[in-house]
């Protein structure tokens, strides 16, 4: 038998997130009543802590968010990170030098702020995104003239590394191919993508899976009472660590094949259908 859920885990762009990057009504109103019998409702997102509606997500009764592919956990009341597991500039500088000669849009998250080479902020508008999401990286980006320096020289250990390709007319994406097969060789990372066709790593082993586990451990809730929202290849271990998975409506194929439920798209209030279904 199941056991009662006490959280609940939501990923938020494609998720929580419509395509105008809002929470609908909806869904608000779920969370509202889930908070209000003693669930946790936690975000759960590949962003940097600085790219959260905080004053929103408190505002309807959430209190934690797990960041950066489960690199980072906050609490958003005091903006304090409670729990983190980084790539060290060993690992990750040399990993940016060979990304640095490559034609893509690179951000590096560190300290729940997101650093961005100067060279990539007129190629923002390139990217094959919603305008929302476009201009979410307009405004949270700080950009620095060499990411690599930055980080070096500032002995910087960096969250997550998020990487964004532009698109070509025949629909591939440039440079992608051989960045995957780049990523792919180091054994001390974690590779996969969030959306978009963009490519996201983290040090080996951290996921928002992994990080779901810190914040039960830490929130005083077992693994089997909880249950978790995605959409993308990012959220798959989060869906199966989690003891309820839910795929949106509009969840990449991959994401249904391994969750327990299929819930409406995230156009369609889907967390707040999910909620309803599962909690009443």
Not at 106 to 126: E, H, N, R, T, Y
Not at 246 to 256: F, L, R
Request: with cysteine.
């Amino acid at each position: 038998m199941r056991r009662k859920i006490k959280l609940i885990a939501l990923d938020m762009d494609g998720t929580l997130f419509n395509h105008e990057s809002k929470i609908s009504k909806a869904d608000q109103t779920a969370i509202r009543a889930a908070v209000q019998r003693d669930i946790h409702v936690v975000i759960s997102t590949g962003r940097p802590y600085i790219g959260l509606p905080r004053d929103l997500l408190l505002e309807i009764g959430i209190e934690y968010a797990i960041t950066t592919n489960g690199a980072a956990l906050y609490r958003l009341s005091d903006n304090t990170c409670v729990y983190s597991d980084c790539m060290a500039p060993a690992l990750v500088c040399p990993l940016i030098t060979q990304l640095q000669k490559k034609e893509i849009h690179m951000d590096a998250f560190i300290d729940g702020i997101c650093f961005c080479p100067s060279v990539c902020q007129p190629k923002i508008d390139l990217l094959a995104m919603p305008a929302s999401i476009r201009a979410y990286i307009h405004a949270t980006r700080t950009f620095v003239e060499n990411l690599d320096s930055h980080v070096r020289s500032n002995n910087l250990s960096v969250q997550k590394m998020t990487l964004n390709f532009y698109p070509l007319p025949d629909g591939s994406f440039l440079e992608r191919n051989c960045v995957l097969d780049f990523l792919s060789g180091c054994p001390e990372i974690s590779v996969l993508s969030g959306g978009y066709h963009n490519l996201e790593f983290t040090k080996r082993g951290v996921t928002k899976g992994s990080g779901l586990l810190r914040l039960c451990k830490y929130l005083d809730v077992m693994p089997e009472e909880t249950m978790a929202c995605g959409d993308t290849q990012n959220d798959i271990p989060i869906l199966k660590t989690a003891a309820v998975g839910v795929a949106m409506g509009n969840a990449i194929p991959e994401v249904k094949q391994i969750c327990d439920y299929t819930t409406l798209s995230n156009e369609e209030s889907g967390v707040g259908h999910a909620i309803r279904h599962f909690i009443g």
